[in-house]
């Protein structure tokens, strides 16, 4: 993967196609392969006609992993994000995040919507707002070695995800403890671009979509059937809302 250099930290990235371009953030213990090129995202926007950029968040990946919980500010992250577009020469982008990538993906549009063409998050909801968790289990379940002290399910979930992925775990805890921040929900009715939430129907960690559906003005919500967290993230329905918003949004 290329990289490049934001605020002193060397961010990876990828960049397929041509036509108009979307950003991809990924989620918390993932990276645009895992996230976005495993799961087909790339290829679907590519053969759609689009110019596909998707980065390693910082802590992920292959790009640098500071253990520093300061350094992964949603802020932070968010102005990485805004680093690559400006680094590739992009103005103006459709963007979508995927969980805490939708949580970047909300910050970056409110501190540059001059940016944001069309906003998509995936996987998260209301949560938004209200912050989900509690992440103290998951927290202890990426620092400690003793396995069999991890009980809580969801942090089974992520220290699983962790060690499948070969993930720094201790990046990984110090991004936990500094993304959680939820945003105001006067903050996201500020936001005017197109936004599509699409939140699986089993998705227990997101919150509800049509509760911040209706926080923002013009939202629309898209019901991913039978899919949780974890699942929803390749599922062609997913993909088709997606293709039909971008495709239809922001032209009207």
């Known amino acids: 993967m290329p990289d490049f250099q934001s605020n002193g930290h060397r961010i990876a990235y990828i960049d397929e196609g041509e036509g108009a371009p979307i950003l991809l953030i990924h989620g918390f213990g993932s990276n645009a392969r895992v996230n976005w090129i495993n799961p087909g995202w790339v290829d679907t926007l590519v053969k759609a006609g689009r110019r596909v950029i998707a980065l390693d968040n910082r802590g992920h990946g ?61 996987g998260l909801g ?19 070695d003793a396995l069999e002290t991890i009980t809580d399910p969801v942090g089974q979930m992520f220290r699983k995800f962790a060690d499948q992925t070969g993930s720094d775990r201790v990046a ?44 923002i003005p013009g939202a629309e919500v898209l019901d991913i059937p039978k899919r949780d967290h974890m699942l929803a993230v390749g599922d062609k329905v997913y993909k088709a809302g997606v293709l039909d918003f971008i495709s239809r949004r922001g032209l009207e």
Not at 188 to 201: D, N
């Open 62 to 122: 292959d790009s640098d992993k500071p253990h520093q919980v300061e350094a992964y500010r949603v802020a932070a992250l968010a102005d990485d994000a805004r680093n690559l577009l400006l680094h590739l020469g992009i103005s103006r982008a459709d963007v979508m995040g995927y969980s805490m990538g939708a949580r970047i993906a909300a910050m970056l549009a409110l501190s540059h919507p001059e940016m944001i063409r069309r906003l998509i998050f995936g």
């Open 126 to 144: 209301y949560g938004i707002v209200t912050g989900i968790g509690p992440w103290g289990p998951v927290v202890h379940a990426l620092e400690t």
């Open 172 to 215: 990984l805890a110090a991004c936990m403890k500094a993304t959680r921040q939820p945003i105001s929900a006067d903050d996201l009715a500020t936001l005017h671009m197109p936004v599509l939430i699409a939140v699986g129907e089993k998705d227990e960690l997101a919150g509800s979509a049509a509760e911040l559906a209706r926080i």
